[in-house]
């Protein structure tokens, strides 16, 4: 090991015993480092790390900050499983991707020490900074950041736009894709695993919130395909069902004398759509992405009479309308919500009795930001839209990715 490697060495375990960045201790002894010319500057597949240690000790000028910002933005991408999530992103534009990525990343490791007490972007001799921040991206998903980019460069004249930017590093799709299914799967298992003994071990030295300012907790929750479960859901309450029932003959055999069982068919008649038109569900397009999503599902099931209503902290004035399942696709009142208000859902609950309706299941589309969830009499369907989990009290929940 030469000097430069054992500077690494030294760096490293720096950020580990950080208090801005030790809650990634763990994912930091994942995979294996290695020293190498034949990369620019650094990359990971998201699992191995590779560093050029002539660009990190002769290009950058705050090597020992800068090589600090570096080895937790590979980190970072090992975390975040960048090089296994967002394959279909590398597909559709590799440098957007690339761009993304590390918009999402610089900007958390930034918010986490602000004043550069641990890491700095690197800069090179002329004091510039080598790399890709904008505080405008806090906050926003990798898919979110790749499609506004994309949108920019596609509606900006020939040669404008910002679209891809100059990251520090390169990213090893062709790298991550070559690790087999069993491997991805023990890296993610070996990933969450560090992620939760760090957030752990930071809790009980009194570093909780630092799981906030990097963002770690929200990496290990479970993304879950809400479609599916709501399918289930839909599936096991509304589809068409047929039992066997001795209250009526079976008329095909009544002449052979044999009396056998009649197959009675249930399918669903009503279902009750909600969608919460409060001010929080105007952020990030939550309504269009649920109400496309709810369209698809509609289209899959039989269903005689859908009530779709908006609600914020009463029903919407006007906003309840009914459709069958062929005639949901094309109404013009999906397009437009009313609301804007407060968050009660318990005013649906008491509409539906005010109303006389019977539905034979209720859907709730909410942010979950609630204090009174009402009393339902009608099996209910929570598809709550929000960044932290929350299970609502009564009736089932799924929580939107």
């Not at 620019?40 to 998201?46: D, L």
């Not at 690339?98 to 002329?126: F, S």
């Not at 790399?131 to 460069?153: A, C, M, S």
């Not at 009530?307 to 906003?319: P, Q, R, T």
Request: glycine share 10%; hydrophobic share 35%.
């Amino acid at each position: 090991m030469d000097k430069r490697q054992r500077e690494f060495k030294a760096i490293k375990i720096g950020v580990m015993r950080s208090e801005q960045f030790g809650l990634l201790r763990g994912v930091m002894m994942v995979g294996e480092t290695t020293f190498t010319d034949e990369i620019p500057t650094a990359c990971t597949n998201g699992r191995d790390e590779k560093y050029n240690l002539d660009f990190w000790f002769e290009t950058v000028s705050n090597t020992r900050k800068g090589l600090a910002f570096g080895q937790v933005h590979e980190n970072f991408h090992k975390v975040a499983k960048h090089m296994i999530v967002y394959q279909t992103l590398w597909l559709i534009d590799p440098e957007l991707a690339n761009t993304a990525c590390d918009y999402w990343i610089n900007g958390r490791i930034i918010l986490a020490d602000p004043t550069g007490k641990i890491v700095e972007m690197p800069r090179d001799q002329e004091g510039s900074a080598i790399g890709l921040h904008d505080p405008k991206y806090n906050g926003w998903t990798v898919k979110r950041i790749f499609n506004h980019l994309k949108k920019e460069q596609d509606e900006a004249p020939e040669g404008g736009g910002q679209g891809a930017g100059t990251g520090f590093d390169t990213h090893d799709w062709e790298g991550a894709k070559k690790l087999s299914k069993e491997e991805n799967k023990d890296l993610a298992q070996r990933v969450d695993e560090a992620v939760r003994q760090g957030i752990h071990i930071g809790r009980k030295a009194g570093g909780g919130s630092l799981a906030d300012a990097l963002g770690l907790g929200e990496l290990i929750i479970p993304k879950v395909d809400w479609t599916v479960h709501l399918r289930t859901f839909m599936h096991a309450t509304c589809q068409r069902r047929e039992q066997s029932s001795w209250r009526r003959p079976n008329r095909r055999f009544l002449h052979q004398d044999i009396i056998m069982p009649t197959l009675v068919g249930h399918t669903i008649r009503e279902l009750l759509l909600a969608r919460d038109a409060s001010g929080s569900m105007w952020c990030e397009q939550r309504l269009e992405k649920v109400t496309s999503q709810m369209l698809s599902i509609a289209k899959l099931l039989s269903i005689e009479k859908i009530h779709v209503l908006d609600w914020d902290g009463e029903v919407a004035e006007g906003g309840h309308t009914t459709y069958s399942s062929t005639e949901l696709e094309s109404a013009p009142e999906l397009k437009t919500v009313r609301g804007g208000g407060g968050t009660d859902p318990s005013c649906v609950a008491r509409y539906i009795d005010e109303v006389g309706l019977k539905p034979d299941c209720i859907i709730m589309l909410t942010d979950g930001e609630i204090h009174n969830w009402g009393n339902w009499k009608h099996p209910i369907l929570w598809a709550i839209a929000n960044n932290k989990p929350i299970t609502a009290p009564v009736g089932k929940t799924i929580n939107i990715d």
